[in-house]
């Protein structure tokens, strides 16, 4: 096992009365990709949420337990949201760029954090573009509109976006259910790049996908993680048969 | 469950009956080989050889059956393991199947000559055989790893019968060298029924790997 990027520990999680997880426990591997699946509403997208601390911005939300990065709990009083999340980084289902130029949508965060020097400005864009692999499609027309890009460009551009802010984590929520086989091929590929530099927790319910892009995988249900291992065993030899039965099909 | 995946697992279903009406007719060939050799029945024998093709056909049938289904239903855990078993397990039939028609041909080289010893052991063999052949068949179908386990175990007493068949033969040839054309000819379908044998272990420790995703 490699070093634990981040470590989750006795979370339990409420919406008002509501435990919607329930004691989770899990390492998160550095430089690993590690998948979230699941039924909806078993809590794996509010599980990803709460890795950098999203749920915050939902009323009558309440988290027990620990969740470490680099050691440190991020719920603790002392950390800076702000700075949390420019560390764990998201891209969302539906991809979500701003109305604005696509340069102007990749320096966004990086101006935010105090970067002005346009130099300085046009290097990080042109980093995090190559980045996400979409650098090439888009170079000539970098003052465009965002939002003339297809799908598949959009979502890599959030992705790149996510990117210029130098995070250590990624996480992802069904970055690719929104785009076509291809698109969908070029963000898998990418995903194998991004994981030499970055941490991935990817949340999808295409678990072909999760079985090809993901080294370690976690199946959650009604708030439980009920099997966590890597990827090959969960999808060959499952330990528990409420895994099972979901990946083969057999309920749901 | 989805109407969809209620379709594949009784398509699975399906694939797993065929396997076994492959299972019955090889294990009806072994029957009838040692048969043709107890009469000396030239077209019986004949017969064994020419139902080979439907065999090959069934072991065809299967593969592209199971490469189908991992193509559209791209299954997994023990759903996967089960179609790459019965895909394999079809070679295993179509290698008894064959045994049976080496036999035959055993059968055709004796021909219209009198047995030079009457036969006990290869008929004692051929049941134990046949029988291990069933309980592999039932083993995998009921997912029963004891079962399993137990056809495994077993190989042993055919080893010991085939060793004993083979001196036997020998010591018979030693004495009278004009039997060593047909003692040659016995001696191999005794090894064929080994090697029968053999595929039936092979078939219960695909079972349990089956069930359990562990090789023994």
Do not use: W
Not at chain 1, 172 to 179: F, R, T, Y
Not at chain 1, 190 to 209: C, D, R, S
Not at chain 2, 20 to 38: C, D, N, Q
Not at chain 2, 129 to 157: H, N, P, Q, Y
């Amino acid at each position: 096992m490699g070093k634990n990027k981040m470590e989750v520990k006795n979370l339990d999680f409420y919406y008002d009365d509501f435990k919607a997880l329930k004691n989770i426990n899990m390492p998160l591997e550095e430089n690993k990709v590690t998948a979230l699946i699941g039924p909806s509403g078993c809590g794996k997208s509010t599980f990803l949420r709460t890795l950098n601390r999203m749920n915050d911005l939902i009323d009558k939300t309440k988290v027990e337990g620990e969740v470490l990065l680099d050691g440190k709990n991020i719920y603790s009083s002392e950390v800076d949201v702000v700075e949390l999340r420019k560390k764990v980084g998201m891209v969302f289902q539906q991809p979500n760029p701003f109305p604005k130029s696509i340069y102007d949508n990749v320096a966004y965060g990086p101006r935010i954090h105090g970067i002005k020097d346009n130099a300085k400005l046009d290097e990080i864009v042109e980093k995090s573009l190559r980045g996400a692999a979409l650098f090439d499609e888009v170079k000539n027309r970098l003052n465009d509109s965002a939002l003339g890009l297809s799908g598949g460009q959009q979502q890599r551009l959030c992705i790149a976006r996510a990117l210029a802010v130098t995070p250590e984590v990624l996480l992802m929520d069904e970055p690719a259910s929104a785009l076509d086989p291809v698109a969908t091929a070029k963000i898998e590929d990418l995903i194998a790049e991004l994981k030499n530099n970055y941490t991935i927790v990817i949340v999808t319910h295409n678990m072909q996908q999760a079985a090809r892009v993901s080294e370690l995988t976690g199946f959650f249900l009604m708030g439980d993680l009920v099997e966590f291992d890597k990827t090959d065993k969960i999808f060959e030899n499952p330990a528990d048969q409420r895994t099972e039965d979901y990946i083969t099909g057999r309920f749901g | 469950m989805n109407a969809s995946r209620r379709n594949f697992h009784e398509e699975l279903n399906s694939l797993q009956n065929d396997m076994l009406k492959m299972g019955s007719f090889v294990e009806e060939s072994i029957r009838r080989s040692i048969e043709a050799l107890k009469n000396g029945d030239l077209e019986l024998a004949n017969q064994i050889c020419r139902d080979d093709d439907i065999i090959d056909d069934y072991e065809v049938n299967l593969e592209e059956k199971c490469t189908r289904l991992i193509a559209l239903q791209q299954p997994v855990a023990i759903d996967l393991r089960k179609i790459i078993v019965i895909s394999k397990l079809a070679t295993d039939l179509e290698r008894i199947g064959d045994h049976t028609c080496n036999i035959a041909e055993m059968v055709i080289n004796i021909g219209e000559n009198n047995l030079i010893k009457p036969l006990i052991d290869i008929p004692k063999m051929t049941d134990l055989v046949t029988k291990r052949l069933r309980k592999s068949l039932e083993a995998f179908v009921d997912m029963d790893i004891e079962k399993a386990k137990k056809v495994v175990e077993g190989d042993e007493e055919i080893d010991i019968l085939d060793q004993q068949i083979i001196s036997e033969l020998i010591t018979i040839m030693i004495d009278d060298p004009t039997t060593i054309e047909q003692a040659t000819s016995l001696m191999f379908v005794s090894r064929f029924l080994e090697r029968i044998g053999d595929h039936s272990t092979n078939i219960s420790e695909r079972t349990i790997y089956m069930k359990t995703g562990q090789r023994l």
